[in-house]
T-cell receptor, first 118, second 112 residues
């Protein structure tokens, strides 16, 4: 149980286009999801906290107009990278918290999405 | 606002215990310590967490010093499949929610 999926797993796009990444909790409801970014051989950096039915909370230095987050249901959050540029190329990982009580304290991570902008 | 420091890399012989240290000298009284690991190009996997008591589960043990300024993750019998990057994380509460602050991670290599 407590599985989080991401789609797509890998995407290549041209500079200037927008890319949407989906994060789904498959067997639990997630009122809170998180989006991270990871550069090669670096640690995960939290980008934003996504709450179902409300606006996302962005970390300092993260452009909210660049990285649009929508958390419209208890099992789905989306990250849209708008007008992507090569410097946006990275590994994007989402996580979700299961509030059902089964694993109250943990975040469950998705497998990640590798974005390459040409 | 880095909360943890970890050695960059460690080697461990297969079958031996792997002891991974973490310093979190600025941790607050209600902040938990979490450990996750990440195998290449995958999402992090939960290992264990604790507040002030030592913890053990089927994967590992977590030893937290009495002053809570450091901790050690112990993999009792390392296997080749334990080769991964291990992250020591402090969970902080802010604006009504909990966030993970990842450390830089320790790249553990288990040697045959």
């Amino acid at each position: 149980g407590a599985v989080v999926s991401q789609h797509p797993s890998r995407v290549i796009c041209k500079s200037g286009t927008s890319v949407k990444i989906e994060c789904r909790s498959l067997d639990f409801q997630a009122t809170t999801m998180f989006w991270y970014r990871q550069f090669p051989k670096k640690s995960l950096m939290l980008m934003a906290t996504s709450n179902e039915g409300s606006k996302a909370t962005y970390e300092q230095g993260v452009e909210k107009d660049k990285f649009l987050i929508n958390h419209a249901s208890l099992t789905l959050s989306t990250l849209t990278v708008t007008s992507a540029h090569p410097e946006d190329s990275s590994f994007y990982i989402c996580s979700a918290r299961d509030w059902s009580g089964r694993s109250y304290n943990e975040q469950f991570f998705g497998p990640g999405t590798r974005l390459t902008v040409l | 606002d880095a909360k943890t420091t970890q050695p960059t890399s460690m080697d461990c012989a297969e079958g031996r215990a792997a002891n991974l240290p973490c310093n979190h000298s600025t941790i607050s009284g209600n902040e938990y310590v979490y450990w996750y690991r990440q195998i290449h190009s995958q999402g992090p996997q939960y290992i264990i967490h604790g507040l002030k008591n030592n913890e053990t589960n089927e994967m590992a043990s977590l030893i937290i010093t009495e002053d809570r300024k450091s901790s050690t993750l112990i993999l009792p019998h390392a296997t080749l499949r334990d080769t991964a990057v291990y992250y020591c994380i402090v969970r902080v509460q802010t604006s009504g929610t909990y966030k993970y602050i990842f450390g830089t991670g320790t790249r553990l290599k288990v040697l045959a």
